[in-house]
C-alpha cells in the first residue's frame, strides 16, 4: 500500500487520461470565462494565483507522477471553485447568495465553502504522496500527518491574507472577504480542518482501492 504498485498503475491510466481530458477542457474555459470583466481584478489575480501555479504542476504530474483520478477530480473541483469565486468574489458569488438566502444566514457562505475545500482537497494530495513516496501505511499517523499539512497549509494561506491587507491596505478587503465578522481567520481553519478530516473520513477507502 505504501506505494502505488506497478499493476495498479496501467489499470488508472486510462481513467486518468479521462480525467485529465475533462480538466483541461473545464479549467480553462473556466478561467477564460472568469478573467472576463471580473468584479475586482486585483482580487480575481489573488484568488487564480493558485489556479495558474498549479495548472503546469498538474502537466508535470500526467507525464511523472500520475495521480488517481479520485485526486485529480478533487483538484479540478477545487479549481472551478477558485475561479467561480475569483470571478464575483467571494462574498458577491450569485450561488453564495442564494445559499444565504435559502438557509437565513447572517453572511454569503461561498468563502466558507471555499475554505472546506482548501482542507478536503489538499487531504487527499498529501495522502496520495505519503502513501505512495514513504513507507507509511493507512493508520492513525497517516491520518495525524495529513491533518497537520492541511492546517499548516490554511494557516499559511491566512498569513498570506494577513500579507495582502498590510500590504494593500483597503484594496485587499475583497481578497480577505471577512464581512464584518473578526473571527473569519479562526473560521476559515476550522473549515479547512473539518474540510480535511470529512475528507479522510469519506474517501480513504475509495482512495485505498485506487491506490491497491
Keep these: 500500500m505504501a506505494h502505488l504498485s506497478e499493476r495498479a498503475l496501467p489499470a488508472l491510466l486510462p481513467q486518468s487520461?479521462?480525467?485529465?481530458?475533462?480538466?483541461?477542457?473545464?479549467?480553462p474555459g473556466m478561467l477564460l470565462w472568469s478573467s472576463v470583466s471580473p468584479h475586482d481584478r486585483l482580487t480575481w489575480w489573488l484568488?487564480?494565483?493558485?489556479?495558474l501555479a498549479g495548472l503546469p504542476l498538474l502537466a508535470w504530474c500526467h507525464r511523472h507522477f500520475p495521480l488517481t483520478p479520485l485526486v485529480q477530480v478533487a483538484i479540478v473541483l477545487h479549481?472551478?471553485?477558485?475561479l467561480y469565486g475569483g470571478h464575483y468574489t467571494y462574498a458577491l458569488t450569485p450561488f453564495g447568495d442564494w445559499l444565504q438566502s435559502w438557509l437565513g444566514l447572517s453572511r454569503n457562505p461561498f468563502d466558507r465553502i471555499g475554505h472546506l475545500m482548501q482542507g478536503a482537497?489538499?487531504?487527499?494530495?498529501?495522502?496520495?504522496v505519503l502513501l505512495r513516496r514513504t513507507p507509511l501505511t493507512p493508520g492513525g499517523w497517516l491520518v495525524f500527518l495529513v491533518i497537520s499539512v492541511c492546517l499548516a497549509i490554511s494557516a499559511g494561506y491566512e498569513l498570506i491574507e494577513f500579507a495582502a491587507a498590510r500590504l494593500l491596505g483597503q484594496g485587499a478587503d475583497q481578497f480577505l472577504a471577512m464581512q464584518g465578522?473578526?473571527?473569519?481567520?479562526?473560521?476559515?481553519?476550522?473549515?479547512a480542518l473539518i474540510g480535511a478530516s470529512v475528507?479522510?473520513?469519506?474517501?480513504s477507502r475509495w482512495h485505498?482501492?485506487?491506490l491497491a
Excluded at 487520461?17 to 479549467?27: E, M, N, P, T, Y
Excluded at 482537497?121 to 496520495?128: G, K, M, N, W, Y
Excluded at 465578522?181 to 473549515?191: G, I, P, R, S
Excluded at 475528507?199 to 474517501?203: E, G, P, Q, V, Y
Aim: charged share 20%.
Design 181 to 191: 465578522d473578526v473571527w473569519d481567520t479562526q473560521w476559515d481553519m476550522l473549515c
Design 47 to 51: 484568488e487564480v494565483l493558485p489556479v
Design 121 to 128: 482537497v489538499p487531504a487527499l494530495i498529501v495522502r496520495e
Design 199 to 203: 475528507s479522510l473520513l469519506l474517501f
Design 17 to 27: 487520461r479521462l480525467v485529465s481530458f475533462l480538466a483541461w477542457g473545464l479549467v
Design 208 to 210: 485505498d482501492r485506487q
Design 79 to 82: 479549481m472551478l471553485v477558485l
